[in-house]
Protein backbone atom coordinates (compact mmCIF):
# COMPACT_ATOMS: atom_id res chain seq x y z
CA UNK A 1 0.00 0.00 0.00
CA UNK A 2 0.98 3.52 -0.50
CA UNK A 3 -0.90 5.42 2.44
CA UNK A 4 0.22 8.54 3.18
CA UNK A 5 2.43 9.05 -0.39
CA UNK A 6 1.70 12.06 -2.07
CA UNK A 7 2.31 11.44 -5.49
CA UNK A 8 1.85 14.24 -8.69
CA UNK A 9 0.38 13.25 -12.02
CA UNK A 10 1.13 16.08 -14.45
CA UNK A 11 -0.13 15.62 -17.98
CA UNK A 12 -0.57 12.72 -19.72
CA UNK A 13 -2.70 10.87 -22.46
CA UNK A 14 -5.82 8.34 -21.80
CA UNK A 15 -2.96 6.04 -19.98
CA UNK A 16 -2.70 8.17 -16.93
CA UNK A 17 -6.29 7.12 -15.99
CA UNK A 18 -5.14 3.32 -15.63
CA UNK A 19 -2.21 4.79 -13.26
CA UNK A 20 -4.17 7.19 -10.99
CA UNK A 21 -6.71 4.41 -10.92
CA UNK A 22 -4.23 1.67 -9.45
CA UNK A 23 -2.52 4.52 -7.74
CA UNK A 24 -5.48 5.61 -5.96
CA UNK A 25 -6.11 1.89 -5.13
CA UNK A 26 -3.17 1.49 -2.95
CA UNK A 27 -4.05 4.52 -1.09
CA UNK A 28 -2.17 7.19 -2.31
CA UNK A 29 -2.70 10.92 -2.59
CA UNK A 30 -2.88 12.12 -5.40
CA UNK A 31 -2.40 15.74 -7.02
CA UNK A 32 -3.90 15.87 -10.48
CA UNK A 33 -1.92 18.68 -12.44
CA UNK A 34 -3.82 19.32 -16.14
CA UNK A 35 -6.74 17.44 -15.91
CA UNK A 36 -9.73 20.14 -15.56
CA UNK A 37 -11.34 18.37 -18.58
CA UNK A 38 -11.48 15.23 -16.90
CA UNK A 39 -15.19 14.28 -16.15
CA UNK A 40 -14.66 10.99 -14.23
CA UNK A 41 -13.74 11.71 -10.32
CA UNK A 42 -11.36 9.97 -8.37
CA UNK A 43 -11.35 9.48 -4.31
CA UNK A 44 -8.08 10.31 -2.89
CA UNK A 45 -7.23 12.25 -6.09
CA UNK A 46 -7.46 15.92 -6.50
CA UNK A 47 -7.45 18.40 -9.64
CA UNK A 48 -4.58 21.38 -9.05
CA UNK A 49 -3.15 23.66 -11.06
CA UNK A 50 0.81 23.11 -11.39
CA UNK A 51 0.86 26.82 -9.37
CA UNK A 52 -0.42 25.60 -6.66
CA UNK A 53 0.65 22.57 -6.03
CA UNK A 54 2.72 22.19 -3.19
CA UNK A 55 6.42 20.39 -4.17
CA UNK A 56 7.34 20.23 -0.88
CA UNK A 57 5.31 17.66 0.17
CA UNK A 58 5.40 15.74 -3.08
CA UNK A 59 6.97 11.79 -2.62
CA UNK A 60 6.89 11.01 -6.55
CA UNK A 61 6.30 13.25 -9.68
CA UNK A 62 4.75 11.26 -12.42
CA UNK A 63 5.20 12.78 -15.76
CA UNK A 64 4.00 11.46 -19.45
CA UNK A 65 5.88 9.21 -21.41
CA UNK A 66 7.32 11.59 -23.21
CA UNK A 67 8.55 13.14 -20.15
CA UNK A 68 8.39 17.28 -21.70
CA UNK A 69 8.12 18.59 -24.93
CA UNK A 70 11.64 20.20 -25.49
CA UNK A 71 11.08 23.72 -24.35
CA UNK A 72 9.88 22.17 -21.07
CA UNK A 73 6.21 21.87 -21.15
CA UNK A 74 4.31 18.94 -20.41
CA UNK A 75 1.39 17.42 -22.55
CA UNK A 76 -1.84 16.80 -21.12
CA UNK A 77 -4.78 15.70 -23.55
CA UNK A 78 -7.39 16.83 -20.35
CA UNK A 79 -6.69 20.30 -20.26
CA UNK A 80 -6.17 23.23 -23.19
CA UNK A 81 -3.91 25.18 -20.41
CA UNK A 82 -0.62 25.23 -20.66
CA UNK A 83 2.04 23.56 -17.84
CA UNK A 84 5.51 23.96 -17.61
CA UNK A 85 7.73 22.24 -15.58
CA UNK A 86 10.06 24.55 -14.10
CA UNK A 87 13.65 24.04 -12.25
CA UNK A 88 12.62 25.70 -9.11
CA UNK A 89 10.13 23.54 -8.70
CA UNK A 90 11.74 20.47 -8.89
CA UNK A 91 14.19 22.40 -6.35
CA UNK A 92 11.61 22.81 -3.42
CA UNK A 93 10.71 18.56 -3.43
CA UNK A 94 11.83 16.86 -0.84
CA UNK A 95 15.53 14.80 -1.45
CA UNK A 96 13.91 11.62 -1.73
CA UNK A 97 10.98 12.61 -4.38
CA UNK A 98 11.40 10.40 -7.81
CA UNK A 99 10.47 11.66 -10.64
CA UNK A 100 9.35 9.27 -13.67
CA UNK A 101 8.72 9.43 -16.74
CA UNK A 102 9.13 7.04 -20.23
CA UNK A 103 11.81 8.93 -21.69
CA UNK A 104 14.03 11.86 -21.33
CA UNK A 105 15.39 14.95 -23.38
CA UNK A 106 18.09 17.70 -22.88
CA UNK A 107 15.67 19.83 -21.06
CA UNK A 108 14.37 17.44 -18.61
CA UNK A 109 17.71 15.75 -18.08
CA UNK A 110 19.14 19.48 -17.29
CA UNK A 111 16.56 19.67 -14.26
CA UNK A 112 16.97 16.45 -13.19
CA UNK A 113 20.96 16.83 -13.14
CA UNK A 114 20.80 20.35 -11.55
CA UNK A 115 18.24 19.22 -8.82
CA UNK A 116 19.86 15.64 -8.20
CA UNK A 117 16.29 13.99 -7.49
CA UNK A 118 16.02 10.36 -8.61
CA UNK A 119 14.92 10.08 -12.01
CA UNK A 120 13.08 6.61 -13.42
CA UNK A 121 13.20 6.06 -17.21
CA UNK A 122 10.18 3.25 -17.16
CA UNK A 123 10.87 2.58 -21.15
CA UNK A 124 14.84 1.89 -20.57
CA UNK A 125 13.46 -1.12 -18.66
CA UNK A 126 13.22 -3.82 -21.14
CA UNK A 127 9.90 -5.33 -19.69
CA UNK A 128 8.53 -2.38 -20.01
CA UNK A 129 9.24 -1.90 -23.40
CA UNK A 130 8.72 -5.04 -24.46
CA UNK A 131 5.28 -5.43 -23.55
CA UNK A 132 4.75 -1.66 -24.23
CA UNK A 133 6.12 -2.66 -28.10
CA UNK A 134 2.77 -5.27 -28.58
CA UNK A 135 0.00 -1.86 -28.63
CA UNK A 136 3.30 -0.34 -30.30
CA UNK A 137 3.03 -3.46 -33.04
CA UNK A 138 -1.13 -2.91 -33.16
CA UNK A 139 -1.18 0.69 -34.10
CA UNK A 140 1.76 0.07 -36.48
CA UNK A 141 -0.31 -2.37 -38.65
CA UNK A 142 -3.50 -0.16 -37.94
CA UNK A 143 -1.78 2.72 -39.96
CA UNK A 144 -0.14 0.29 -42.47
CA UNK A 145 -3.99 -0.59 -43.13
CA UNK A 146 -5.13 2.88 -43.64
CA UNK A 147 -2.71 4.48 -45.22
CA UNK A 148 -2.18 2.12 -47.99
CA UNK A 149 -4.40 0.32 -50.63
CA UNK A 150 -2.71 -3.19 -50.68
CA UNK A 151 -2.63 -6.07 -48.17
CA UNK A 152 -0.05 -6.17 -45.57
CA UNK A 153 0.24 -10.14 -46.49
CA UNK A 154 2.70 -9.93 -49.42
CA UNK A 155 3.75 -6.80 -49.41
CA UNK A 156 7.36 -5.74 -49.13
CA UNK A 157 8.17 -4.73 -45.60
CA UNK A 158 11.48 -3.11 -44.81
CA UNK A 159 12.24 -2.85 -40.62
CA UNK A 160 14.98 -0.40 -39.43
CA UNK A 161 16.39 -1.65 -36.09
CA UNK A 162 16.25 -4.27 -34.44
CA UNK A 163 15.21 -3.25 -30.18
CA UNK A 164 12.49 -3.83 -28.17
CA UNK A 165 9.79 -2.10 -30.77
CA UNK A 166 11.64 -3.90 -34.33
CA UNK A 167 11.95 -7.37 -33.65
CA UNK A 168 8.38 -6.96 -32.26
CA UNK A 169 7.47 -5.23 -35.76
CA UNK A 170 9.57 -7.41 -37.74
CA UNK A 171 8.17 -10.87 -36.44
CA UNK A 172 4.37 -9.55 -36.65
CA UNK A 173 4.55 -8.22 -40.00
CA UNK A 174 6.13 -11.28 -40.87
CA UNK A 175 3.74 -13.62 -39.49
CA UNK A 176 0.85 -11.71 -41.47
CA UNK A 177 2.65 -12.43 -44.78
CA UNK A 178 4.70 -9.95 -45.45
CA UNK A 179 7.80 -10.18 -47.09
CA UNK A 180 10.36 -8.64 -43.92
CA UNK A 181 13.78 -7.16 -44.59
CA UNK A 182 15.50 -5.96 -40.94
CA UNK A 183 18.20 -3.55 -41.46
CA UNK A 184 20.56 -3.45 -38.55
CA UNK A 185 24.30 -2.57 -37.71
CA UNK A 186 25.56 -5.16 -35.47
CA UNK A 187 26.28 -9.01 -35.80
CA UNK A 188 24.43 -10.33 -33.71
CA UNK A 189 21.29 -8.58 -34.38
CA UNK A 190 22.07 -9.67 -38.48
CA UNK A 191 22.29 -13.09 -36.48
CA UNK A 192 19.07 -12.96 -34.96
CA UNK A 193 17.39 -11.59 -38.14
CA UNK A 194 18.65 -14.77 -39.84
CA UNK A 195 17.94 -17.17 -37.25
CA UNK A 196 13.61 -15.25 -37.53
CA UNK A 197 13.70 -16.06 -41.18
CA UNK A 198 13.84 -12.52 -42.10
CA UNK A 199 16.21 -10.96 -44.79
CA UNK A 200 19.05 -9.12 -43.07
CA UNK A 201 20.90 -6.10 -44.46
CA UNK A 202 23.83 -3.99 -43.08
CA UNK A 203 22.00 -0.27 -42.80
CA UNK A 204 25.32 1.11 -44.34
CA UNK A 205 23.28 -0.84 -47.28
CA UNK A 206 20.07 0.92 -46.89
CA UNK A 207 20.11 2.85 -49.97
CA UNK A 208 20.85 -0.02 -51.89
CA UNK A 209 18.21 -1.94 -50.46
CA UNK A 210 14.73 0.03 -50.22
CA UNK A 211 13.97 -0.27 -54.23
CA UNK A 212 11.10 -2.41 -53.65
CA UNK A 213 9.94 -1.71 -50.49
CA UNK A 214 6.11 -0.96 -49.91
CA UNK A 215 5.79 -0.03 -46.30
CA UNK A 216 9.23 1.16 -44.72
CA UNK A 217 8.75 1.23 -40.77
CA UNK A 218 11.51 2.88 -38.79
CA UNK A 219 12.24 2.40 -35.13
CA UNK A 220 16.14 4.30 -34.94
CA UNK A 221 16.18 7.06 -33.34
CA UNK A 222 18.41 8.88 -35.29
CA UNK A 223 18.57 10.23 -39.04
CA UNK A 224 18.34 6.67 -40.60
CA UNK A 225 15.95 7.68 -43.39
CA UNK A 226 17.89 10.36 -45.24
CA UNK A 227 17.64 11.91 -48.40
CA UNK A 228 19.69 9.65 -50.45
CA UNK A 229 17.88 7.17 -48.95
CA UNK A 230 13.75 8.40 -49.67
CA UNK A 231 15.40 9.17 -53.30
CA UNK A 232 15.64 5.67 -54.01
CA UNK A 233 12.23 4.69 -52.57
CA UNK A 234 9.62 3.67 -55.04
CA UNK A 235 7.25 6.75 -54.82
CA UNK A 236 4.41 5.23 -53.37
CA UNK A 237 6.02 3.60 -50.18
CA UNK A 238 4.51 4.21 -47.15
CA UNK A 239 7.25 5.47 -43.75
CA UNK A 240 6.07 4.91 -40.63
CA UNK A 241 8.69 6.31 -38.32
CA UNK A 242 8.10 5.21 -34.80
CA UNK A 243 11.21 6.54 -33.14
CA UNK A 244 10.72 9.15 -30.23
CA UNK A 245 10.56 12.77 -31.84
CA UNK A 246 11.98 14.57 -34.23
CA UNK A 247 12.14 10.73 -35.59
CA UNK A 248 14.60 9.20 -37.87
CA UNK A 249 13.42 10.53 -41.32
CA UNK A 250 14.19 13.49 -43.57
CA UNK A 251 10.54 15.13 -43.56
CA UNK A 252 10.98 17.82 -45.73
CA UNK A 253 12.73 15.76 -48.64
CA UNK A 254 10.00 13.11 -48.58
CA UNK A 255 7.55 15.43 -48.89
CA UNK A 256 9.43 17.73 -51.65
CA UNK A 257 9.51 13.72 -53.26
CA UNK A 258 5.85 12.71 -52.63
CA UNK A 259 6.81 9.79 -50.61
CA UNK A 260 4.28 9.39 -47.56
CA UNK A 261 6.13 9.49 -44.74
CA UNK A 262 4.27 9.81 -41.26
CA UNK A 263 5.57 9.81 -37.80
CA UNK A 264 3.74 8.20 -35.29
CA UNK A 265 4.34 8.69 -31.46
CA UNK A 266 2.46 7.11 -28.41
CA UNK A 267 0.54 4.80 -30.46
CA UNK A 268 0.25 2.66 -27.41
CA UNK A 269 -1.86 5.38 -25.75
CA UNK A 270 -3.92 5.51 -29.07
CA UNK A 271 -4.73 2.14 -29.95
CA UNK A 272 -4.52 0.48 -26.36
CA UNK A 273 -4.85 3.27 -23.55
CA UNK A 274 -6.20 1.20 -21.01
CA UNK A 275 -3.32 -2.05 -21.86
CA UNK A 276 -0.88 0.91 -22.36
CA UNK A 277 -1.72 2.44 -19.41
CA UNK A 278 -2.15 -0.78 -17.14
CA UNK A 279 1.75 -2.14 -18.19
CA UNK A 280 3.11 1.49 -17.22
CA UNK A 281 0.76 1.21 -13.64
CA UNK A 282 1.81 -2.10 -12.64
CA UNK A 283 5.84 -1.36 -12.90
CA UNK A 284 4.86 2.88 -11.49
CA UNK A 285 3.12 1.07 -8.12
CA UNK A 286 6.34 -1.60 -7.45
CA UNK A 287 8.70 1.25 -8.05
CA UNK A 288 6.75 4.04 -5.26
CA UNK A 289 6.56 1.09 -3.31
CA UNK A 290 10.68 1.00 -3.25
CA UNK A 291 9.83 5.22 -2.50
CA UNK A 292 7.90 5.02 0.00
CA UNK A 293 10.46 2.39 1.97
CA UNK A 294 12.82 4.46 1.36
CA UNK A 295 11.18 7.48 2.60
CA UNK A 296 10.34 5.00 6.22
CA UNK A 297 13.78 4.12 6.51
CA UNK A 298 14.88 8.44 5.74
CA UNK A 299 12.38 9.38 8.92
P1 LIG B 1 15.81 0.08 -28.48
O1 LIG B 1 15.47 -1.25 -27.93
O2 LIG B 1 16.86 0.90 -27.84
O3 LIG B 1 16.16 -0.12 -30.03
C1 LIG B 1 16.69 0.91 -30.80
C2 LIG B 1 17.25 0.34 -32.08
O4 LIG B 1 17.85 1.42 -32.81
C3 LIG B 1 18.33 -0.69 -31.88
O5 LIG B 1 18.23 -1.67 -32.88
C4 LIG B 1 19.63 0.12 -32.06
O6 LIG B 1 20.68 -0.66 -32.55
C5 LIG B 1 19.21 1.09 -33.11
N1 LIG B 1 20.00 2.30 -33.12
C6 LIG B 1 20.08 3.23 -32.14
N2 LIG B 1 20.89 4.22 -32.51
C7 LIG B 1 21.34 3.90 -33.75
C8 LIG B 1 22.20 4.56 -34.68
N3 LIG B 1 22.77 5.73 -34.40
N4 LIG B 1 22.43 3.96 -35.85
C9 LIG B 1 21.87 2.75 -36.14
N5 LIG B 1 21.05 2.09 -35.30
C10 LIG B 1 20.78 2.67 -34.13
O7 LIG B 1 14.52 1.02 -28.52
P2 LIG B 1 13.02 0.53 -28.67
O8 LIG B 1 12.45 0.28 -27.32
O9 LIG B 1 12.96 -0.51 -29.71
O10 LIG B 1 12.35 1.87 -29.21
C11 LIG B 1 12.73 2.35 -30.47
C12 LIG B 1 12.17 3.77 -30.67
O11 LIG B 1 10.75 3.69 -30.72
C13 LIG B 1 12.50 4.71 -29.52
O12 LIG B 1 12.75 6.00 -30.06
C14 LIG B 1 11.23 4.73 -28.69
O13 LIG B 1 11.09 5.92 -27.96
C15 LIG B 1 10.21 4.62 -29.79
N6 LIG B 1 8.90 4.10 -29.42
C16 LIG B 1 7.86 4.61 -30.10
C17 LIG B 1 6.61 4.14 -29.89
C18 LIG B 1 5.49 4.72 -30.70
O14 LIG B 1 4.33 4.57 -30.34
N7 LIG B 1 5.79 5.35 -31.81
C19 LIG B 1 6.36 3.16 -28.91
C20 LIG B 1 7.46 2.62 -28.22
C21 LIG B 1 8.73 3.11 -28.49
P3 LIG B 1 22.04 -0.88 -31.70
O15 LIG B 1 21.71 -1.95 -30.71
O16 LIG B 1 23.00 -1.25 -32.76
O17 LIG B 1 22.35 0.44 -31.03
New binding site residues.
Given amino acids: MLTDMQIAIIGGDARQLEVVRKLTELDAKLSLVGFEQLDHAFTGASKEKIEDLDFSQLDAIILPVAGTTADGHVDTIFSNEKIKLLEEMVEKTPQHCTIFS??TNPYLQNIIDNTKRRHVLL?SR?DV??Y??I??VE??IMMAIQHTDITIHGSNVTV?????????VARTFHLLGAKVKVG???PE?IARVTEMGLTPFH?DDLANMVSDTDILIN????L?VTAKVIAKLPVNTLII????KPG?TDFRYAEKRGVKAL????????VAPKTAGAILANVLSQLLEEVYENRKEQS
Avoid: E, Q, W, Y
Fill in positions: GIFDAINSPTGTLGLGRVGMSARKHLTIPHVDLASGLAPSLPGI
